[in-house]
């Protein structure tokens, strides 16, 4: 092990205690699903890297289109009217695979990036609109939507209180968790209709007029892997309709497949105005995020831009040509190469896995749908009571999962698997036989 106090890295969302105890794993490389360190221990890689290897570490068509494109044109912007043919290529490759009949994209380099975008957006769209007291988003607790300011203003996890965010006028509504937040004697529909009353409350006492947009993830990723409740979305999106109120679907984590569809507004019946897509958009070999509009607003959009003479926002390396190349194969690999498809017939198996856990005393709840799944820990099953310092519960799991050779995911009392696309039968085994034996051996 590299000792991490002998290091110049600072690290981020790293549990540091845990870390000057026991050091850094440091990845050499990775092949297929799995993952070497520099001692040449073979790890499966449960968590896709962070939701994004989608088709494993080493895809040869990813690896040479990375190759030929630096080869061709190694790096350019998009700003100024200046893009390369591979930026519009891929503009027009993503409406066509959208949801979306038309509509436009913006491209940036992260999701957290995307999520910036997007408010400042909306912010503009609406001032230049004569609204500009309409700058108000509401997003939900437990709701994961990035790292920078607005981004991170955005996520409703505590942490962000260690920066005194969210900044002003940055609002959470309750977390569709029925397990978790349902009432007593409450069913799961009658849950979902009270989840939207309470929605519709929040936004009649903020003032619809001043609410920018609803932003929301189809199934909540790094809250825990949570799908909505029964009916949730087709409860909200009325409402939402009725105030005028924008519906931003944040696809970062479901978006290229993750649900068994193309997209988690599928698997929903979400019908956004606006989607935001990373991570599997480049299967994690670029840094990449994208703002992908309805037609209805980029025409909108398009017109107030033209008033103020542009959009006065950009980034340096956002449609970049490299990445762009890398996006194209990507979506190309999942659609035409059967990664869809495998997510669609190896998920039945995976879910049926999972259940086995249900047994565990210490298991309150499994839960997931297509290739993302969560175990939620629990110090007492029928009091869902929680193990004091969740965070450590968590991350002793992980770690004794890590010396078995899996890596799996702790956020908060929960354990997270995000396989990769290609995943197979005999690998999910693999996973979820390794898994059994770190929880017996971490509950006893």
């Given at each position: 092990?590299?000792?991490?106090?002998?290091?110049?890295?600072?690290?981020?969302?790293?549990?540091?205690?845990?870390?000057?105890?026991?050091?850094?794993?440091?990845?050499?490389?990775?092949?297929?699903?799995?993952?070497?360190?520099?001692?040449?221990?073979?790890?499966?890689?449960?968590?896709?890297?962070?939701?994004?290897?989608?088709?494993?570490?080493?895809?040869?068509?990813?690896?040479?289109?990375?190759?030929?494109?630096?080869?061709?044109?190694?790096?350019?912007?998009?700003?100024?009217?200046?893009?390369?043919?591979?930026?519009?290529?891929?503009?027009?490759?993503?409406?066509?695979?959208?949801?979306?009949?038309?509509?436009?994209?913006?491209?940036?380099?992260?999701?957290?990036?995307?999520?910036?975008?997007?408010?400042?957006?909306?912010?503009?769209?609406?001032?230049?609109?004569?609204?500009?007291?309409?700058?108000?988003?509401?997003t939900r607790i437990n709701g994961y939507?990035?790292?920078?300011?607005?981004?991170?203003?955005?996520?409703?996890?505590?942490?962000?209180?260690?920066?005194?965010?969210?900044?002003?006028?940055?609002?959470?509504?309750?977390?569709?968790?029925?397990?978790?937040?349902?009432?007593?004697?409450?069913?799961?529909?009658?849950?979902?209709?009270?989840?939207?009353?309470?929605?519709?409350?929040?936004?009649?006492?903020?003032?619809?007029?001043?609410?920018?947009?609803?932003?929301?993830?189809?199934?909540?990723?790094?809250?825990?892997?949570?799908?909505?409740?029964?009916?949730?979305?087709?409860?909200?999106?009325?409402?939402?309709?009725?105030?005028?109120?924008?519906?931003?679907?944040?696809?970062?984590?479901?978006?290229?497949?993750?649900?068994?569809?193309?997209?988690?507004?599928?698997?929903?019946?979400?019908?956004?105005?606006?989607?935001?897509?990373?991570?599997?958009?480049?299967?994690?070999?670029?840094?990449?995020?994208?703002?992908?509009?309805?037609?209805?607003?980029?025409?909108?959009?398009?017109?107030?831009s033209e008033d103020a003479e542009e959009?006065?926002?950009?980034?340096?390396?956002?449609?970049?040509?490299?990445?762009?190349?890398?996006?194209?194969?990507?979506?190309?690999?999942?659609?035409?190469?059967?990664?869809?498809?495998?997510?669609?017939?190896?998920?039945?198996?995976?879910?049926?896995?999972?259940?086995?856990?249900?047994?565990?005393?210490?298991?309150?709840?499994?839960?997931?749908?297509?290739?993302?799944?969560?175990?939620?820990?629990?110090?007492?099953?029928?009091?869902?009571?929680?193990?004091?310092?969740?965070?450590?519960?968590?991350?002793?799991?992980?770690?004794?999962?890590?010396?078995?050779?899996?890596?799996?995911?702790?956020?908060?009392?929960?354990?997270?698997?995000?396989?990769?696309?290609?995943?197979?039968?005999?690998?999910?085994?693999?996973?979820?036989?390794?898994?059994?034996?770190?929880?017996?051996?971490?509950?006893?």
């Amino acid at each position: 092990m590299h000792k991490s106090n002998q290091s110049h890295h600072l690290y981020g969302f790293t549990d540091l205690k845990t870390l000057n105890e026991r050091g850094p794993v440091v990845i050499s490389h990775g092949k297929g699903i799995y993952v070497y360190d520099i001692h040449d221990k073979k790890y499966l890689d449960a968590n896709s890297g962070l939701w994004n290897a989608c088709a494993g570490f080493d895809h040869p068509g990813l690896v040479e289109v990375a190759q030929k494109q630096y080869s061709k044109f190694a790096g350019y912007h998009s700003l100024f009217g200046r893009l390369s043919e591979e930026t519009l290529e891929l503009s027009d490759k993503i409406i066509e695979v959208s949801p979306f009949k038309d509509g436009r994209v913006f491209l940036c380099n992260s999701g957290s990036e995307a999520n910036d975008t997007m408010v400042k957006m909306l912010w503009m769209l609406h001032a230049r609109k004569g609204n500009p007291q309409k700058r108000k988003i509401i997003t939900r607790i437990n709701g994961y939507h990035g790292v920078t300011l607005g981004a991170a203003s955005m996520t409703g996890k505590p942490y962000n209180g260690e920066f005194q965010l969210p900044l002003d006028g940055f609002i959470h509504a309750d977390c569709p968790h029925y397990w978790k937040f349902g009432n007593a004697g409450e069913t799961e529909e009658e849950f979902s209709k009270r989840m939207a009353n309470n929605l519709e409350e929040l936004i009649l006492k903020e003032g619809s007029d001043t609410i920018a947009g609803f932003v929301a993830e189809p199934v909540q990723g790094a809250g825990g892997v949570i799908p909505p409740s029964k009916n949730y979305f087709d409860l909200i999106q009325p409402i939402l309709k009725k105030y005028e109120i924008p519906f931003v679907a944040d696809e970062v984590i479901c978006g290229f497949g993750r649900t068994g569809n193309l997209w988690g507004c599928d698997t929903y019946n979400i019908k956004p105005d606006i989607i935001i897509s990373s991570k599997c958009l480049t299967a994690g070999f670029f840094p990449m995020g994208a703002v992908i509009v309805n037609k209805e607003f980029a025409d909108e959009f398009t017109s107030v831009s033209e008033d103020a003479e542009e959009f006065p926002h950009g980034f340096t390396a956002g449609g970049h040509p490299v990445g762009c190349a890398i996006a194209l194969k990507a979506i190309d690999v999942i659609i035409n190469e059967g990664l869809l498809e495998n997510v669609r017939s190896v998920s039945p198996y995976f879910h049926e896995r999972l259940n086995e856990f249900n047994g565990y005393d210490h298991i309150g709840e499994t839960r997931g749908i297509g290739l993302m799944a969560a175990l939620e820990m629990v110090k007492d099953k029928k009091t869902k009571e929680p193990f004091e310092g969740h965070l450590n519960m968590g991350d002793k799991v992980a770690n004794m999962s890590i010396d078995n050779g899996l890596i799996c995911r702790p956020l908060g009392p929960a354990i997270v698997l995000c396989p990769q696309f290609i995943i197979n039968k005999g690998q999910i085994d693999e996973m979820f036989d390794s898994l059994h034996s770190t929880l017996k051996q971490a509950f006893n």
